[in-house]
């Protein structure tokens, strides 16, 4: 066989598309929004659960060094799993600021779940339709995004909280 | 005569396809367009899942109020990624995905003329 | 006891593959113009316990044996016989055993029907598809081993997945590995063509049955396929460039430009090397396809449960493949004088190559190019439909009119006659599109092209049917039934997608919807207990506000306890003028169900359209074979 350009050419080709399948098979196939990191968020009004008249917005979220915005739900059993890393959370008010999201629930169910496991949050709003959820990226309950003072994405977090997010989160606001 | 006819018919084709309009739905194109993200490989069209009422409600909200396909698509992008949207953008990283198939046509075709015409040469001598 | 026997079967085939590939080696070397007796005598021992290998399998699922891991994984007592037996090729491990007993039938019948071709070929032939053999059966004795066994024995399976119980989907795989495997003979020809020098004209006539045999099921298990996933899936689709489906076209474009391709080879003598590229193409095309399907490297709604360790078994196996065939062609290939009449029907085969080959690139690139950019970028995007429909579409347009008109070029007499025909067929197509257009809706200019293409396809090939039977002349019929039902296919398809009512709403019981000239009744829900799941039935009364015709859809929402899960079954009424489709889901945490509605003008068509495609593949095989 002779070598010639154009029989390298097509080696190469094959040799490089091969490659490319094996480093394939190594890679996460699963997708997350992790890659939105960096965004900002934006234009949001979020009525409180249990007063129509009160709600929060851009302005209200600038003033905190760190928000952790907590989408959950009385029907979400993984919400009560993490409620203890929301309620310790709680205790560092002077850092972060904790939001939660209410997300496709009636008030009566979400006012027994704070009851009954505590209430974590410095502000209850409530996204009936889940419509709210979607301007923020969200896919699943529970799902947390933690925000600084320019209101950019710093940490999403896909799913309950657990104890390595937990410390992770704690390292970022000190 | 013929030839006649054959071109005043193509005219007023053209002219009555001017003058229409698509008459395609445009929520359910839209759907269509959108991937169900906590599903495998459905569109929200298809979906039966949470997420994908809920992103139905947001999209009619905001076709009534008066966005365009490529606005809410540009806005989904910019909450979930391109990973959302089944037509991949047209931008710049992109293009070799939409380019590479025609360049392919193109050259083939070359292909087939040369070695048409090398044969009519062949034949010739 | 079954798990042995069928281990034990395998390990004989895998030594008697080994022994033919030893036999056909010597045979190579002696002067005599026949195989030896005995390569017969291994290969009929061959076929006989890869065969019986799949039975004892069959056996295990019918008998419910669930010592057999394979078995007590996708099989439960309860399951109705039919889907037992479809069950062991519905999943990963059964099915390759499928593929080993594809291979070595193709093998066989290989072997006894060439009598009259070169001999060193036919060994050759037999040596490379029995060295695929070995490739496979080492995958499946070393990493995905139906036959592999459990204890203690659990004493009840853990159920096939529901939405593969159905029968257009238990005969699905078997149609579409007789197309995607069958064409492993060709690969095995075509190396052997290029060692034992054995090339054109005769080549051509001793893989020609094969690819047609191949072409024939390959659409065929497409088209079944499209039609599983339309009355099953609960979306109303019938094709959703899913991976796994894209990766069943690749091979079915290489097939249908080969199967030109060899007219032009057996006819002419030339082209040679093309048939070899497209024959070793095709396998090639299959094995990727079952790569990015089964490896876990691509999302897809029906991909099998996906394990690493086979993805990276295939693709050594796909590289070994594709450097062999690369470097065989290579040193053989030897440059050949073309010889064209430009006004002539080679040339417009080598256009639909052209085509055939701008697809196949377009489907490919368009699995590929995701994966590619995740592992150079880290950047994951999809590429769905929209991409496949806006890059493949419009040339399709061309294409109908080159297939109309070239299949008959070389026997025109007169040129201006011929001129004025396609004129005046032309001028028809415009006047009935015009028509559609004026009184059932407007579309795009795209849309009028693709009607006009279609409809001149159509008509062009009713006059060549006119003529087949006016000169009594059936060889031309299998051809124009394919072409004439392909145009048939994208104007049915052209209408269907311009002319659908679809609406997508919530419903309580007892609500009442109106839209589109139909008033949708949601009578009421019934409960329903069945052998293995139980069933929440939607009753609903549609009216036609035109016509006044009033009927009942049931959907369903099927709750399976073994495995658990949720389906959703579409209440279709199909009619000869379009079908009504409803399906219906339970809103999490209310009271509302939402409902799918669609009118599909001319579904039914669209199936029989794709099924004429196919049935002019096997009216060419029936026709040859009377002819010997």
Same mark, same amino acid.
């Given at each position: 066989m002779k070598i010639s350009i154009s029989k390298i050419i097509i080696f190469s080709f094959i040799i *490089? *598309?091969?490659?490319v399948f094996w480093l394939g098979l190594k890679i996460d196939n699963n997708y997350d929004t992790k890659s939105l990191i960096g965004s900002k968020i934006s234009n949001f009004h979020i009525t409180e659960i249990n007063n129509e008249n009160q709600y929060i917005s851009e302005e209200d979220l600038r003033k905190n060094k760190y928000t952790l915005i907590n989408f959950f739900a009385s029907w979400c059993a993984p919400c009560r799993a993490e409620h203890k890393y929301l309620l310790s959370l709680s205790n560092q008010n002077k850092r972060i600021k904790i939001i939660g999201i209410n997300f496709k629930d009636k008030k009566i169910n979400a006012n027994n779940f704070l009851k009954d496991l505590g209430n974590p949050y410095n502000?209850?709003?409530k996204d009936t339709d889940g419509k709210i959820s979607i301007s923020f990226g969200i896919y699943g309950i529970p799902e947390s995004i933690l925000v600084n003072n320019e209101l950019t994405v710093i940490k999403k977090i896909i799913g309950?909280?657990?104890?390595v997010q937990f410390e992770d989160v704690l390292k970022i606001i000190q | 005569m013929k030839i006649k006819i054959f071109f005043f018919i193509i005219y007023f084709l053209f002219l009555a396809v001017l003058n229409s309009n698509d008459n395609k739905k445009e929520l359910s194109e839209i759907y269509k367009n959108l991937r169900c993200l906590v599903c495998q490989g459905q569109s929200i069209a298809d979906s039966n899942s949470d997420f994908a009422a809920t992103i139905k409600l947001v999209v009619q909200d905001q076709v009534n109020?008066?966005? =365009?396909?490529?606005?809410? +698509? =540009? #806005?989904?992008?910019?909450? +979930?990624?391109?990973?959302?949207? +089944?037509?991949?953008? #047209?931008?710049k990283s992109n293009l070799i995905l939409w380019i590479l198939p025609y360049f392919i046509f193109i050259a083939g075709g070359l292909f087939i003329f040369f070695i048409v015409r090398k044969s009519k040469n062949n034949k010739a001598n | 006891m079954l798990s042995n026997i069928g281990v034990a079967l395998l390990l004989l085939v895998l030594i008697l593959s080994f022994l033919i590939i030893y036999n056909s080696s010597l045979e190579l070397k002696t002067s005599s113009q026949s195989i030896r007796k005995n390569i017969y005598q291994l290969s009929l021992f061959q076929i006989t316990f890869t065969v019986l290998s799949f039975f004892t399998l069959i056996i295990g699922f019918i008998n419910s044996d669930f010592s057999l891991i394979n078995v007590y994984e996708n099989s439960h007592t309860a399951k109705p016989l039919f889907y037992k037996i479809a069950g062991t090729w519905g999943n990963h491990e059964g099915s390759l055993l499928l593929w080993v007993n594809i291979l070595v039938i193709f093998s066989y019948l290989f072997l006894i029907f060439n009598h009259t071709h070169n001999k060193k070929f036919r060994l050759y032939t037999l040596i490379f598809q029995n060295i695929l053999i070995l490739g496979f059966l080492f995958f499946l004795l070393l990493n995905s081993n139906p036959f592999n066994s459990i204890y203690p024995v659990p004493a009840e399976g853990l159920g096939l997945n529901p939405i593969l119980q159905d029968p257009a989907l238990a005969i699905h795989p078997p149609l579409l590995y007789v197309g995607f495997v069958g064409c492993s003979i060709y690969f095995s020809a075509a190396m052997a063509s290029l060692l034992s020098s054995y090339a054109g004209k005769l080549f051509a006539q001793s893989i020609k049955t094969w690819v047609k045999i191949s072409w024939c099921f390959q659409t065929l298990g497409i088209i079944v396929g499209s039609i599983w996933a339309y009355y099953e899936l609960g979306w109303g689709g019938f094709w959703f460039w899913d991976p796994v489906e894209n990766a069943s076209l690749l091979p079915w474009f290489a097939i249908t430009a080969l199967m030109h391709s060899l007219i032009v080879l057996e006819k002419r003598n030339t082209l040679y090397s093309w048939v070899i590229i497209l024959c070793l193409s095709t396998f090639i095309l299959s094995v990727t396809g079952t790569f990015l399907v089964r490896s876990g490297i691509l999302n897809s709604v029906h991909t099998f449960a996906s394990d690493p360790s086979r993805g990276i078994y295939i693709l050594s196996f796909l590289s070994f493949m594709i450097f062999s065939a690369l470097i065989i062609f290579f040193t053989k290939y030897k440059k050949e004088n073309y010889n064209f009449n430009l006004k002539s029907r080679e040339t417009f085969i080598l256009a639909n190559n052209w085509f055939m080959v701008f697809f196949l690139v377009t489907v490919l690139i368009g699995m590929l190019y995701p994966i590619f950019l995740d592992?150079?970028?880290n950047v994951k995007i999809s590429v769905g439909p929209p991409f496949f429909n806006i890059v493949i579409i419009p040339l399709a347009i061309p294409l109908m009119f080159l297939m109309a008109i070239g299949p008959k070029f070389s026997w025109i007499k007169s040129q201006n006659k011929f001129f004025y025909k396609i004129l005046f067929l032309i001028l028809g197509a415009i006047i009935i599109n015009l028509f559609i257009f004026y009184f059932f809706g407007k579309y795009s200019l795209l849309s009028n092209l693709i009607f006009i293409a279609a409809i001149f396809l159509i008509l062009y090939s009713l006059l060549d049917i006119k003529n087949i039977f006016n000169k009594k002349n059936k060889f031309k019929l299998p051809r124009v039934t394919s072409h004439l039902s392909f145009g048939f296919l994208v104007f049915f398809i052209g209408i269907n997608y311009q002319f659908s009512l679809e609406e997508d709403f919530n419903l309580k019981v007892g609500e009442i919807k109106e839209t589109n000239n139909y008033e949708i009744n949601f009578e009421e829900i019934k409960i329903k207990e069945n052998k293995n799941y139980k069933a929440v039935i939607g009753n609903f009364k549609l009216t036609n506000l035109k016509s006044n015709l009033v009927q009942y859809l049931n959907p369903e929402i099927r709750i399976y306890s073994n495995p658990e899960t949720l389906t959703y079954e579409a209440a279709i009424k199909t009619r000869v003028t379009s079908d009504l489709y409803l399906t219906m889901s339970n809103v999490s945490r209310s009271d509302y169900y939402n409902?799918? %509605?669609?009118?599909?003008? %001319?579904?039914?068509?669209?199936w029989i359209s794709a099924l004429m495609i196919s049935l002019g593949g096997f009216i060419q095989l029936i026709l040859k074979k009377n002819e010997n």
């Open positions: *490089f *598309f091969l490659s502000f209850v709003g309950p909280i657990d104890q | 109020e008066g966005k =365009t396909k490529d606005e809410i +698509y =540009t #806005f989904l992008i910019s909450k +979930y990624g391109e990973w959302i949207v +089944y037509q991949p953008t #047209f931008s | 592992v150079l970028t409902i799918k %509605f669609q009118k599909k003008p %001319f579904m039914i068509w669209i």
